[in-house]
């Protein structure tokens, strides 16, 4: 076991690794020592992911064994030199994981060690040969660079102009340069928790390594190469193809897979992302969570601990810094009060509530805590047209008490849930629920209004409530008319048939947009309100008839609330949250319901106190 000496924190102490050289299938063989940061020293910072905790391989740490994972020993066998020693910093071992307080202490620097580093390498895996051609594509036709290995392409394409069989060769290339530029955007390392602050704090862009090739990561750049690829389909059938070079082409083309539709999410930053002077920080750990909210991590606390340097030093000046003494609940409950005090936003339309899942009146945990760890597919659920008003601003802020049990929010109430309906679990059921309810409201409909100035507002907002909750739940941008979803709707409603596989449409069209929302309701609950308004509960517990529906102050998502029984001494009553709701009319990117934003004017804010 490795004897770690002691760090001072007050110091900026930490260790680096000294990699040996050593021959290629030689043991690793390293030596730690300690430094301070604040004399910066010269070493390069390896950020990987961990990978299997289980499958490890042994490597000597200043004479002694550990158990490094698989992909970190790969690693440090890929960037030791064989004859000079490199020196690194890696967490899993510079670090002495068994140490509670050195963790720590060791994670709030972890932003600086990676601006400090000469180098930071992101480690995306071992060669790969498809890989290889990927980089060498981009060199030759995207960066239009002369390199060794961009220059292949160049006699590829020559020889490709006056041979049917050169032709077929570099066809191939370009697949199999898709197929390697797919499996980089794919990489493990960027769904990891920790790896984003790694490749994002550095002033110099980080050069990735992935075996022996050295590159700089460009993620629109690999899209395009992709795209370029998918391009070639016409040129691909007008040619005949053995059948092994068929077997490759379909190897290839299965492989490249949807990564050339879209930049994931977590990637679409470009090389000026990095500056060569100063680190771009967040002022704000709500945008850092947005940017991180399909990434992993198998310890719950780091989904916030990862990005805490990140933050600039003023936002973690307020943030609890990391504490892996604390309990999951416990850092969830400060990071939940800290958005809500510091950064004035009630984040419900981003995670879940960690309660969702606990009986009513779960009194070990208030009822607003969030989990961090929920990833949750949503639309934007607020129209900016929906003003709460203009009262005080100090009355409008969100605010968690001292002892952090009380959330107290203004906002209006837009109603009490009358009805619910429980949709079914596939897209069928759901048309088929929705094409009853339309046809109970009609008949409803018309006999009012033979004599009724203004008739049942539920009945009459049924087709165009039903068809906009239906395109929200899948587009948070929408170019089709009010006119057209409804028109969508009705013809859908009209033809749908148990007898016929569903239709879906062409992506891009309404019929896909609107077939696309319905598969995403399924499951959820379709409620109205005493006011007529229609809604869906989207995440949280099981809504029941009576729940509040409210529009927080600074538009802020639709919540439902439910009243506490009262409290023995208590003059204000006390509500529990209950979970967030989409409602018609008031969904962002979509015509607002004119007459809805009206009544909403005239309704005053109220302070509701949520245990």
């Not at 000079?84 to 620097?109: F, G, M, Y």
């Not at 046809?439 to 049942?456: I, Y």
């Not at 208590?570 to 409602?583: D, H, K, W």
Request: a neutral charge; glycine letters at 4%.
């Amino acid at each position: 076991m490795v004897q770690y000496d002691k760090l001072d924190a007050k110091n900026a102490d930490i260790r680096l690794l000294r990699l040996l050289p050593g021959k290629k299938d030689a043991p690793i063989c390293c030596t730690l020592r300690v430094v301070s940061l604040n004399k910066k020293p010269e070493f390069d910072a390896l950020s990987y992911v961990w990978g299997d905790p289980t499958a490890t391989k042994t490597i000597s740490v200043d004479g002694e064994d550990f158990e490094a994972t698989s992909n970190l020993e790969a690693a440090l066998r890929a960037l030791r030199s064989r004859h000079k020693l490199r020196t690194l910093w890696v967490d899993a071992i510079c670090i002495n994981q068994r140490d509670v307080a050195e963790k720590n202490s060791q994670v709030p620097l972890m932003s600086r060690i990676y601006q400090n580093a000469t180098r930071v390498v992101p480690w995306l895996g071992p060669s790969n040969p498809s890989v290889d051609i990927a980089i060498s594509y981009i060199e030759a036709f995207i960066e239009k660079r002369l390199t060794w290995r961009s220059s292949i392409w160049l006699k590829l394409r020559v020889a490709a102009a006056v041979s049917t069989k050169a032709k077929k060769r570099y066809i191939l290339a370009v697949l199999q340069a898709a197929e390697g530029a797919s499996l980089l955007l794919a990489s493990p390392y960027w769904t990891r928790m920790w790896t984003f602050q790694e490749y994002y704090v550095p002033t110099k862009e980080p050069m990735c390594r992935r075996g022996s090739l050295e590159f700089k990561f460009r993620a629109e750049t690999l899209v395009e190469v992709a795209e370029r690829a998918m391009k070639l389909n016409d040129l691909v059938r007008r040619l005949d193809w053995e059948e092994d070079e068929t077997a490759r082409y379909e190897r290839h083309y299965s492989s490249i897979g949807e990564s050339h539709d879209t930049i994931p999410g977590s990637l679409a930053f470009t090389q000026s992302r990095f500056t060569d002077t100063e680190p771009v920080l967040s002022p704000y750990l709500a945008l850092l969570l947005h940017q991180t909210y399909g990434r992993r991590c198998s310890d719950p606390r780091d989904k916030v601990f990862a990005l805490y340097g990140a933050l600039e030093p003023k936002a973690r000046g307020l943030l609890p810094p990391p504490d892996y003494s604390k309990p999951i609940s416990t850092v969830f409950l400060e990071t939940t009060t800290y958005l809500i005090n510091h950064e004035r936003i009630l984040p419900y339309d981003a995670c879940e509530l960690a309660t969702a899942g606990s009986p009513s009146n779960n009194d070990k945990y208030p009822s607003w805590l969030l989990d961090f760890t929920s990833v949750l597919e949503r639309p934007r659920l607020i129209h900016p047209s929906a003003d709460t008003g203009a009262e005080a601003v100090s009355l409008q802020l969100p605010q968690v008490s001292a002892d952090f049990k009380t959330l107290s929010i203004s906002a209006k109430i837009l109603g009490r849930i009358s009805m619910l309906f429980p949709l079914e679990d596939t897209p069928f059921g759901v048309f088929q629920q929705l094409k009853t309810l339309v046809n109970v409201h009609t008949p409803q409909l018309e006999n009012q209004s033979a004599g009724s100035e203004r008739p049942d507002h539920a009945g009459r907002m049924i087709l165009p409530s039903l068809a906009g909750l239906c395109f929200a739940s899948y587009a948070y941008e929408c170019e089709d008319s009010a006119a057209e979803i409804l028109d969508t709707f009705r013809d859908v409603l009209g033809t749908l048939t148990a007898l016929e596989p569903i239709d879906y449409g062409r992506p891009g069209t309404a019929r896909f947009t609107l077939m696309s929302g319905v598969s995403k309701l399924a499951g959820k609950t379709l409620f109205s309100t005493e006011r007529g308004r229609w809604g869906v509960h989207w995440w949280g517990r099981a809504p029941e008839a009576g729940d509040i529906i409210v529009l927080p102050a600074m538009n802020q998502p639709v919540l439902i609330l439910r009243e506490l029984l009262p409290i023995t001494g208590e003059q204000c009553p006390y509500y529990e949250m209950i979970g967030v709701a989409c409602i018609a009319g008031l969904l962002a990117n979509f015509e607002p319901d004119e007459e809805l934003l009206r009544d909403i004017e005239q309704i005053p804010l109220e302070r509701f106190h949520i245990r």
